[in-house]
T-cell receptor, first 114, second 114 residues
C-alpha cells in the first residue's frame, strides 16, 4: 500500500459527459501529480500541484483541469469526454523537496468512455 | 527535456534464469533515474532509484540496476527470476533541478515461464 488513495477505481461514462477523479496523497506529501496511461500514448504526465499551487503542466488537454485543495487532496476534472480519453489515470504524491524524493503512486482510476 | 527508451517491449524468460531489461535515456541536464514495476491491475511500485554515489543500486525483490553515464543507460537486472516477477517494468527519469515530474519509457513486459 503506497498510501495514495484514488477514487473511484472504475468509471464508465458516455461521450460528452464530465467526470471527477479524486486523489488523497500520502500523509505529509505536498506534491500531487496526475498521469494518464493509455495503450497508444503510454504513461504521460498531465499536471503537478504543490501545496495548492500549479507547479508544472504536461500534455494536458484544455478539456481537463485539476486542483489541489487546502487539505492537499486533488481532483482531476475531465469534460466533454471522447472515446480516446479512455485510459488509466494515476495520481502520485511526493514530499516536494528537490532531492531524494520519489513519487508514490495510487492504484489508478480506470476510465472507460462509451 | 528528457526522454527514455526501452527498446524491448517484451522479454520472455524461463524461471530461475537471469534477466536484463534495458533502459537508455537522453537529457541535457543531470537526472535521477528510477525503475517502477506494475503488476496486472495495480499501480506503479518503485523498484529502485539512482540519485548519486555508487552506480550500482539495489532494489526490492532482488533487482539491481547500474547507472552508466557515458552510455546514458540504466539497465535493470536480476540474477534469477521467479514466476511472480511477471509484470510490466518502467524506466523513468527526472531532472535533478526543480520540479519532480517523471518521464517514463514505454515499458517492458517481463514474462517468466516455467
Amino acid at each position: 500500500d503506497s498510501g495514495v488513495t484514488q477514487t473511484p477505481k472504475h468509471l464508465i461514462t458516455a461521450t460528452g459527459q464530465r467526470v471527477t477523479l479524486r486523489c488523497s496523497p500520502r500523509s505529509g506529501d505536498l506534491s500531487v501529480y496526475w498521469y494518464q496511461q493509455s495503450l497508444d500514448q503510454g504513461l504521460q504526465f498531465l499536471i503537478q500541484y504543490y501545496n495548492g499551487e500549479e507547479r508544472a503542466k504536461g500534455n494536458i488537454l484544455e478539456r481537463f483541469s485539476a486542483q489541489q485543495f487546502p487539505d492537499l487532496h486533488s481532483e482531476l476534472n475531465l469534460s466533454s469526454l471522447e472515446l480516446g480519453d479512455s485510459a488509466l489515470y494515476f495520481c502520485a504524491s511526493s514530499g516536494g523537496t528537490p532531492r531524494g524524493t520519489e513519487a508514490f503512486f495510487g492504484q489508478g482510476t480506470r476510465l472507460t468512455v462509451v | 527535456a528528457q526522454s527514455v527508451t526501452q527498446l524491448d517491449s517484451q522479454v520472455p524468460v524461463f524461471e530461475e534464469a537471469p534477466v536484463e531489461l534495458r533502459c537508455n535515456y537522453s537529457s541535457s541536464v543531470s537526472v535521477y533515474l528510477f525503475w517502477y514495476v506494475q503488476y496486472p491491475n495495480q499501480g506503479l511500485q518503485l523498484l529502485l532509484k539512482y540519485l548519486s554515489g555508487s552506480t550500482l543500486v539495489k532494489g526490492i525483490n532482488g533487482f539491481e540496476a547500474e547507472f552508466n553515464k557515458s552510455q546514458t543507460s540504466f539497465h535493470l537486472r536480476k540474477p534469477s527470476v521467479h514466476i511472480s516477477d511477471t509484470a510490466e517494468y518502467f524506466c523513468a527519469v527526472r531532472s535533478t533541478g526543480g520540479g519532480n515530474k517523471l518521464t517514463f519509457g514505454t515499458g517492458t513486459q517481463l514474462k517468466v515461464e516455467l
